[in-house]
Every structure is written in structure tokens, then in C-alpha cells.
């Protein structure tokens, strides 16, 4: 049981880390698209910083998780995320956030245009659904990072017992 719910949790974080990626081509998209556009260059700038920044956050975290549950299997917290389905329900709502990018990745090249006030006028259009994917990027990264650091806290705490117990072994 705990190999494969290991195994679970291991697949689950990965498509995690898979669905972040499309927010990097976002960003990509959103850079080239600032260079045309003066007026709100920095606007797009600070979006595709913070998409690029969300990717790469999430996709250490993922990476992390996924290194202690696989040295830390018999951990009962691991056990425990694995029973709950949490990771797998990280994972539904990465692909939720990939779908919703996905849906604007073509929408940002459209963007340019030779005269800037188009280029303005497509930004101020697309702008409220970006701020709309950042609440959910938000959510997410914070959820990750809370399971992270519980399942952190855990392998700690067990080292010091087990370190504990060993120096309690030698006084006696």
C-alpha cells in the first residue's frame, strides 16, 4: 500500500509540475509582446515576471515533494496525503489554471500590432482575465507550499526523535 501510494502522489505532483509549464510560454508571449507596446510594456512585463516566477516556485516545490515522499514513504503524513487525495486535487486544479492560460496563449500574439493604440487597446481588453489568473495561481502555490513545508516539518521532527532515541540509547 505505501509503495503505491507513493507512487501516486509522485505522478500526481508531476502533472502538477507539467500543467505550470504552459504559464513559462505565457510569459514568453507576454515579454515579446511588451516590446510593442510603450504605454503598457511594464504592465505586461510585471505579468509575465510573475507567470515565469509562479512556473518556477511551483515546479521546485513539486520537485521537493516529490524527493521526500520518495525517501520518506512509512512517513504518516505522507501516508496521509496520499489517503486524502490532496496532491491529486492539487493536480485537478493545475490543469484547471493550465486550461484557463491555454485559452489566452493564442489571444497574446494577436496583441501586437504596428499601431500601438492597438496593441493598447488588445492589452486593456485581455488585461482583467490576466489579473483573474492570479488568484488561482496564488491558491495554488500556496497550497503546495503549505503541504511542502507540513511534510518538511514531519521529516524534521522524526529526525530529532530518532536522533533523541539514539543519544537516549547511549546514556543508558
Do not use: Y
Not at 513559462?24 to 516566477?53: I, K, Q, W, Y
Not at 496521509?80 to 493545475?94: D, N, P, T
Not at 499601431?115 to 497550497?143: G, H, R, V, Y
Amino acid at each position: 500500500m505505501e509503495a503505491v501510494a507513493v507512487i501516486g502522489l509522485v505522478a500526481a505532483a508531476l502533472s502538477i509540475a507539467k500543467a505550470v509549464r504552459t504559464t513559462v510560454t505565457v510569459a514568453n508571449l507576454l515579454f515579446h509582446a511588451a516590446e510593442s507596446s510603450p504605454s503598457f510594456g511594464d504592465h505586461m512585463r510585471g505579468f509575465a515576471v510573475a507567470f515565469r516566477n509562479f512556473a518556477g516556485v511551483v515546479e521546485l516545490a513539486i520537485a521537493a515533494l516529490q524527493d521526500n515522499c520518495k525517501d520518506n514513504p512509512n512517513l504518516a503524513v505522507i501516508q496521509s496525503i496520499a489517503k486524502s487525495h490532496l496532491i491529486e486535487g492539487l493536480a485537478e486544479e493545475a490543469f484547471l489554471l493550465k486550461r484557463r492560460v491555454e485559452s489566452m496563449k493564442d489571444e497574446i500574439p494577436r496583441m501586437e500590432s504596428r499601431l500601438t493604440i492597438i496593441t493598447n487597446f488588445k492589452w486593456i481588453m485581455l488585461k482583467p482575465d490576466m489579473e483573474a489568473l492570479l488568484m488561482p495561481m496564488t491558491s495554488l502555490q500556496t497550497n503546495i507550499g503549505l503541504t511542502v513545508n507540513v511534510v518538511n516539518l514531519e521529516i524534521k521532527l522524526a529526525d530529532f526523535q530518532n536522533h533523541r532515541t539514539a543519544q537516549l540509547e547511549k546514556e543508558m
